[in-house]
Each structure stands twice: as structure tokens, then as C-alpha cells.
Nanobody, 126 residues
């Protein structure tokens, strides 16, 4: 089982940027497709972005396309989410997650993910 720890959340102004990081321990993150998800108060958790285990394939929710970029450094066992041109509706707790099976492509299907971090708060406000 892998332990995932997110960092980099905080407060940003509309139009600003934040970079989230997700480090893994206990199991090599590098062998698994990874994803970022978010949940706002009163809403269901939703997918944000996903990356294949090699990093060659990425997927994005329509709401963040062109603004967010997911990437990974397998040498550092870390996955990143670069968030630019932030909007107030991006305010949420962001979760990093890993799929159950190794060596797979990217997926936004939450049912494929079995390892989850504790989440990091992102607040976009003036």
C-alpha cells in the first residue's frame, strides 16, 4: 500500500497560480497512473486531472483544460498539479490518488483509484 501526501495548497487570488505536489512512500508511485481530484463543500468529489504511469498521457476535466497541468517526476516519486489562472470555483480540497493496478494509462474514473492522500485545501479569493 502506498501513502500519499499532498502539499502546496493555500490561498490565491483569482488569476493567480499554485503548484500542488504529491509524494508517495511505501510503494513506488512511478509504476502507477496517478490523478488529482477535488471536492467543494456540498458537492461530490470530482476528477481534475490524471497522468499515465510513464507520464506520456494526460487527461483533464473540461473545467480546468488549458489552465491546469499535471506532470510527474518518477525519479522523485512525485506528481505535480500546476494550477494557473485560478478561479473562485477552483476552491476545494484537492486529493492526490493512485490506481490499483500498475503500468496503466491515465484515467479520470475514480473507481480505478484505491490509494488516496489526506487532501490539501486550495482557496481562491480576493
Amino acid at each position: 500500500q502506498v501513502q500519499l501526501i499532498e502539499s502546496g495548497g493555500g490561498l490565491a487570488q483569482p488569476g493567480g497560480s499554485l503548484r500542488l505536489s504529491c509524494g508517495g512512500s511505501g510503494r513506488a508511485v512511478s509504476n502507477y497512473a496517478m490523478g488529482w481530484f477535488r471536492q467543494s463543500p456540498g458537492k461530490e468529489r470530482e476528477p481534475v486531472a490524471a497522468v499515465s504511469f510513464r507520464g506520456s498521457t494526460t487527461l483533464y476535466a473540461d473545467s480546468v483544460k488549458g489552465r491546469f497541468t499535471i506532470s510527474r517526476s518518477n525519479d522523485r516519486n512525485t506528481v505535480f498539479l500546476e494550477m494557473n489562472n485560478l478561479k473562485t470555483e477552483d476552491t476545494a480540497v484537492y486529493y492526490c490518488a493512485g490506481v490499483s493496478r500498475p503500468y496503466t494509462t491515465a484515467t479520470l474514473d475514480q473507481r480505478e483509484y484505491t490509494s488516496w492522500g489526506q487532501g490539501t485545501q486550495v482557496t481562491v479569493s480576493l
